[in-house]
Structures are given as structure tokens and as C-alpha cells.
């Protein structure tokens, strides 16, 4: 089922945040959010879960997202934010076990049998085996960002939500992780993705929603986003599309830095 966004409008401080954003992300598809800094994106996200006051309607699979009690919205979607430091003395596994939680029983005590498989095979999806003992605290920056996606995995979500996974991740790490979005989406996951790195964007999603000054600027396919003029006038770069026959997808040459065109959230 697709996620479908109605006229998010937020407010922070008595400052619009967010205007009216409506899109659909499509079912068993990976979708980019993307914009410059600022442009409301990890605001949308928690928007979406009721984690900020909003007006406006996000529907999945017939559910009313943000009014969803917090545990049957658990067992439905998964957030993976750009920091999450609240397990600090947990070892890794532990970490990943909190994603079984929405689904546990009142009365179990600890994970079952097919939720052990279910984490082991998150850790697995996430090259994080090996740390599985580890105390997430000792972890570098990169390794805590596949925990946090491994314990989303664990959860066993219909619709995955992630703020800039990516920000820590090596090249190889972006890689694995965008190709194993692309698996979950081919297995029926619907992936909501902020992304910084439009190339990534380019090459990995099927549909871009584009953010600016928290409107939205454009939503479609990423040739049809990711033009030189929407590049100039949402991200202030001046940019080229340059074709990449075996992708079969633009790649964005970036040339310099001018003056913005679209509007900004005001200070
Ligand atoms: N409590 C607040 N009071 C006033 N403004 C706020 C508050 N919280 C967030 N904002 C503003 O809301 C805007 C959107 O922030 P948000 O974090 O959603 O952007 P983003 O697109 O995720 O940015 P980034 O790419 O930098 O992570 C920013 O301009 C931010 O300064």
C-alpha cells in the first residue's frame, strides 16, 4: 500500500516549519526525500508518527499514521532517526531485540525463538554479526547507524521511514544499504528515505519528493526532479546531468554555489 501524504502543515515557535505537503510515496518502492538543510525533512518524518503537533493527514494501508496508537503503529512502521542515543549501555543485540518489542506478548519475558531468527537475520541484512556482543557505546558512528537500521529491520516493518542513514556510512556502506532497501522494496516494503546525496537519490529511488523552504518543490521520477533548474533554484548549485548508460540513470555533476531562488523558511 502507498503512503499517502494531504496538505502536512507544521508549526514551530509560531514559525511555519512545513506548508501544505501532500505526495505519495509508492507501495513496494523506494522513495527520496529530499532538500537543502532546513527544508523540513526529518520534521516530515516525525510529522508522519505523531511526534509533532500537525494538521493535515498521512494515511497507510488504510490507517490514520499519526493518530495510530504508538503500538500498533510499531508493529507497522519503523523510524530510523538521524541520532538515537538512548541505549547507550545495551549490548548490540539487545539494541536490535528493542525492534521485537511492538510484537512481544504481554506476559513474555524474553525473545522467543522466531524473534532470536528475526534479529539475527537483522543483524545479518546489516554486516553486524560479529558486533552482535559488543556494548553499543564502544561502536564508531557508522556501526551505531547499522544498528539503528538493524533494530528497524527487527521490527519488521510495512512502511520504513529513515532520516539520512546514510550521513556516517562508508561507500561501500551506502551501497549495501541502498541495495538492501531496494530488496525490502522489492519484498512489498514501502522506504521513505532522507537523502543529502543526490547522486545516491538518482541512482537508488524510484520517486523523489523534493522539499524547499518547507513546500513542496517537486515530486516524480529522479530525471524528472533532479533538473539543472530545480538543482539551482532549491540548492543554490549550479549542476550538470550527465547521462550514465550503464546505471541508466543522470549522474549530477556539481559546478559552484549561487544564490538560492526558491523560498526559505524565515529566520
Ligand atoms: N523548535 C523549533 N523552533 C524553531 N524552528 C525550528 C524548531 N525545530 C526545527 N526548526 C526549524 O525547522 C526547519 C526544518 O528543520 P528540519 O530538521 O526538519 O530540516 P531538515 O530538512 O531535516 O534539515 P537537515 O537536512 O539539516 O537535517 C529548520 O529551519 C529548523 O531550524
Redesign the pocket.
Known sequence: MSLVVSAISVR??A?P?LADVSFTAPSGAVTGLI??????????L?ALLGLVPATGAASFQGHDLPAMPRRDRARMVALVE?SASTEERLSVRDVVALGRIPHESAWQSAPSSADAAIIDAALADTGMTAYATRRFDTLSGGEQQRVHLARALAQQPRLLLL??PTSHLDIAGQLQLMALLRTKAAAGVTVLI?L?DLNLAARFCDHLVL?SG?TRAAEGPPGEVLTPALLQAVYGVTARLVPDPQAGRPLIVYDEAVPRTSPQ?PD
Open positions: 514551530k515557535a514559525k516549519i532538500g537543502p538543510n532546513g527544508a523540513g525533512k526529518s520534521t516530515l516525525a538521524q532520516d539520512e532522507a543529502h522539499l518547507g523558511i
